[in-house]
């Protein structure tokens, strides 16, 4: 391969990877403005997993199809409770801003979540998933409504 295939080749990854960076910011800007009215300069760095209407009764299922058991918390609001496997647990009338903190009942255990709203219910579904790298352990959701995960 010459010099001249190499750039080629280079420059057309580059233009790809580009547009597809571009996609990627602009439907999180996109959310971002639909949910916040516009850029909320306090999270200015950090884009919404999803949201829900902060005017409405917000409520949280955790499902728990990882196999082994957690414990959460709604900081501030709920002692430590445990979820186990292949079990629900269901949190109503959740205030915001909301922090839920979950942690696997054995240690050594990455967790992620793949989060969901059902708009029509104001529901949060929080699956709980193995994590092949670092994990989360907590989700927030903000008095607007967005829902982080971390």
């Not at 255990?109 to 709980?128: A, F, H, Q």
Request: charged share 20%.
């Amino acid at each position: 391969m010459n010099v001249r295939e190499t750039g080629s080749i280079l420059l057309s990854i580059g233009l790809l990877c580009s547009g597809l960076s571009a996609h990627y910011l602009s439907t999180n800007a996109a959310l971002a403005k639909v949910y916040h009215g516009a850029s909320d300069p306090d999270r200015a760095d950090w884009q919404p997993n999803a949201v829900v209407n902060p005017k409405k009764p917000v409520t949280v299922v955790l499902i728990n199809s990882f196999g082994e058991a957690f414990n959460y918390t709604l900081t501030g609001h709920t002692g430590s409770r445990q979820i186990i496997n292949g079990k629900t647990a269901t949190l109503t009338n959740v205030p915001l801003p909301a922090y839920i903190a979950v942690n696997p009942a054995r240690d050594k255990i990455n967790i992620r979540y793949k989060v969901s709203v059902d708009k029509g219910r104001n529901t949060i579904v929080l699956e709980l998933k193995k994590a092949k790298g670092a994990g989360q352990r907590s989700l927030e959701i903000d008095r607007k409504g967005a829902i982080f995960a971390y």
